[in-house]
């Protein structure tokens, strides 16, 4: 299979604590890009880094990338109740083809 | 800027029939992609469209098609559905930046269920 694998595969936290979620993949990658799931709904674009880029900051989020392990992690700071959400990791192939990981699913409680 | 818009949120069918979902890409954007979302299979590349024509195509059979129109919305069918077939099918459209990245910007979906 072509998909990255994501660990661990549930994460439950309180709010205020840090998420971290890991992804793997198996083939080399010119970005990364990380999604969001709210239950049964769309994805949400969170963020993209590039193969020449190590980490990359977007508000509460980080996400970094080992391209010698072929392995990228999301850290979300101080989390939210409303960050509760299914958490993908996906690379482009050929164009326009996005391959997705299997995705962490995150609970945050109150 | 209209997000991406999907039709119908959801739809129940019997096996044996057959189906057509419909998707409205963000104003100027070409490219469109479908995929199909199920708890087994995880989230899966059925085909993406640029300019009315086919450019990638994942591993699903025959009975699932798609086209694209020239104002760049985008349909797909499911013919002869099997319980199989019951899933989240999500429609995202994206362009190149100036930057040279490729952001895909998803819809809603439609939940499909065959009975």
């Known amino acids: 299979s072509q998909q990255g694998e994501e660990d661990p595969q549930a994460l439950s936290i309180q709010e205020g604590e840090n998420a971290t979620m890991n992804c793997s993949y198996k083939t080399s990658i010119n970005n990364l890009q990380w999604y969001r799931q709210n239950s049964g709904r769309g994805l949400v674009h969170l963020i993209l880094?590039?193969?020449?880029?190590r980490e990359k900051h977007s508000g509460r989020l980080r996400v970094t990338l080992d391209t010698s392990k072929k392995s990228s992690s999301l850290l979300i700071t101080a989390s939210r109740a409303a960050d509760t959400a299914s958490y993908f990791c996906?690379?482009?192939?050929?164009?326009?083809?996005?391959?997705f990981g299997t995705g962490t699913r995150l609970q945050v409680f109150p | 800027k209209a997000g991406v818009t999907q039709t119908p949120r959801y739809l129940i069918k019997t096996r044996g029939q057959q189906v057509t979902l419909s998707c409205s890409p963000i104003?100027?954007?070409?490219?469109v992609s479908w995929y199909q979302q199920t708890p087994g299979q995880g989230l899966q590349f059925l085909f993406e469209y640029f300019s009315e024509t086919q450019r990638n195509k994942g591993n699903f059979p025959g009975r699932f098609s798609g086209r694209q129109f020239s104002n760049s919305r985008s349909e797909m069918n499911v013919s002869t559905l099997e319980l199989g077939d019951s899933a989240l099918y999500l429609c995202a459209s994206s362009f190149i930046g100036p930057d040279g990245t490729d952001t895909q910007y998803f819809g809603p979906g439609t939940r499909l269920t065959v009975l």
């Open positions: 996906a690379r482009l192939y050929n164009t326009d083809k996005l391959i």
């Open positions: 880094i590039r193969s020449n880029e």
């Open positions: 104003s100027g954007h070409r490219s």
